[in-house]
């Protein structure tokens, strides 16, 4: 079967680092995926690795390790609208999501 | 930029009425998907289609029935609703060979009564 683990929650503040990890188990696997939601918004697409290693999109970045089925999301210089929740997705035979990850920011 | 559109962004149903979830995209995708999202359960795949009257089933399809007449139309179906199908239902679209953004509706809230 396929799943997926990340943390259900994230502290961290206004200006900081913060990386939401992502393990992985699927029968095949082409690539993960990250997409945020907002409180009562559809979720939306961030970025995505097919590859090792780290891709970079302004101040969010994504990382992928296949050896170790393992990812992450890094969003340096938070601000307060980066308070979502954060959804790790991996495309194997299907689509598969996590079961997200609640930022909190602190100002 | 792609536009995914779900019927009703809210819905109020009795238990064992059949309900009918549409959804409809105008990017000419070939792919489709449903899933429901629960607190703390995350995004659950019940169907998904490759084609024209193509169906997959995810990884919760029991009570669920879908139907792909059209490349840019896919319903979902709750041939007798329950309880426990009270749920946010977000529909999804992707072009063939690039699976990896999926372009979400706004999603359905559905109480079943």
């Known amino acids: 079967g396929q799943s997926l683990e990340q943390p259900s929650e994230v502290t961290a503040v206004e200006g900081a680092i913060v990386q939401i990890n992502c393990t992985y188990q699927t029968s095949g696997f082409y690539g993960l995926s990250w997409y945020q939601q907002h409180d009562g918004g559809a979720p939306t697409f961030l970025s995505y690795n097919a590859l090792d290693g780290l891709e970079e999109t302004g101040r969010f970045s994504s990382f992928l390790s296949r050896s170790d089925s393992y990812g992450y999301l890094l969003l340096q210089e938070l601000q307060m609208k980066d308070s979502a929740s954060y959804f790790c997705a991996v495309k194997g035979d299907k689509i598969i999501f996590g079961k997200g990850t609640r930022l909190h920011i602190l100002p | 930029d792609v536009k995914v559109t779900q019927s009703s962004r809210y819905l109020v149903k009795r238990t064992g009425e059949k309900v009918f979830l549409e959804c409809v995209q105008d990017m000419d995708h070939e792919n489709m998907f449903w899933y429901r999202q629960d607190p703390g359960l995350g995004l659950r795949l019940i169907y998904f289609s490759y084609d024209v009257k193509m169906k997959e089933k995810g990884d919760i399809p029991e009570g669920y029935s879908v139907s792909r007449e059209k490349k840019e139309r896919f319903s979902l179906i709750l041939e007798s609703a329950s309880t426990n199908q009270t749920s946010m239902y977000l529909c999804?679209?992707?072009?063939?060979?690039?699976?990896?953004?999926?372009?979400f509706g706004s999603g359905t809230q559905l109480s079943v009564l």
């Open positions: 999804a679209s992707t072009a063939q060979g690039a699976n990896e953004k999926l372009f």
